[in-house]
């Protein structure tokens, strides 16, 4: 069953650009590629169209989802735990409560997606096994509220996003987005909404937060060689023992 529903695909993705028209998976079909997957192997959507589709709680772990097409689509409590998404199209995806320990994002399409409350590990602390891989993805307009701990987003585009804590519900402790000791060199904050939020000890080498407002962010012991702080707002942002060698518009 599992073969004659990857030949299926397959051949609708063959015929895709010359017929004109897309072969979107629904959300039983998706269920069904994973019910018939045997155990110890990885589910296979890669490259498959699936966007708009309703694709909550479904359990994707380890599956490939590498150039998959998501866009838009519902993965609100998803298990994407070990999953490979590199080169997939997450614009506009919701991605609240989703489980991604150990997922890799690298070069997905990911702007102006929602990843609020995101399952990042299995306790209070990420551990490095768990973290997630976002190098070189495209996040820009997506709005964050999560735990980016240990994650590898070197080059990853994050201009515009929407991370700063609310402060409106904060009732339990203040809930904010953490990228403590993540590897963000060469990424793009400009513009992006970041107040509150947790650059304890992460690795900022050249990145750029020109005109991002980073007011009472914590970037306690985080290394900022040769950043771009130009236009950024940094009142009542925390730089303690900070690398600052070589950053632009510090001040």
Request: hydrophobic letters at 45%.
């Amino acid at each position: 069953m599992r073969l004659a529903l990857n030949l299926f695909w397959m051949t609708c993705l063959i015929l895709t650009p010359l017929s004109g028209l897309a072969a979107e998976l629904t959300r039983s079909e998706a269920q069904s590629i994973l019910a018939s997957t045997p155990a110890g192997q990885k589910a296979s959507f890669a490259g498959m169209a699936l966007a708009r589709a309703d694709l909550h709680d479904l359990d994707f772990s380890n599956a490939d989802l590498s150039g998959a097409d998501l866009s838009g689509a519902d993965l609100r409590g998803a298990k994407l735990v070990g999953s490979k998404l590199v080169g997939a199209k997450l614009l506009g995806a919701k991605l609240n409560l989703a489980w991604i320990m150990g997922a890799d994002f690298s070069h997905a399409d990911l702007s102006g997606a929602d990843l609020e409350t995101l399952v990042v590990s299995a306790g209070l602390q990420t551990l490095p096994q768990e973290a997630a891989r976002f190098v070189g993805a495209n996040l820009s307009g997506a709005k964050l509220t999560a735990r980016f701990n240990l994650d590898d987003m070197r080059g990853a585009n994050l201009s515009h996003v929407r991370a700063s804590a609310d402060m409106r519900n904060q009732s339990m402790g203040l809930i904010r987005t953490e990228f403590s000791q993540a590897n963000l060199a060469d990424a793009n904050f400009q513009g992006a909404a970041l107040v509150r939020v947790n650059f304890a000890f992460a690795k900022l080498l050249r990145a750029n937060f020109s005109g991002a407002d980073l007011s009472e962010a914590d970037l306690t012991g985080a290394d900022l060689t040769d950043a771009d702080l130009t236009g950024a707002n940094t009142t009542g942002s925390d730089f303690s023992n900070a690398v600052l060698q070589g950053t632009k518009g510090y001040r």
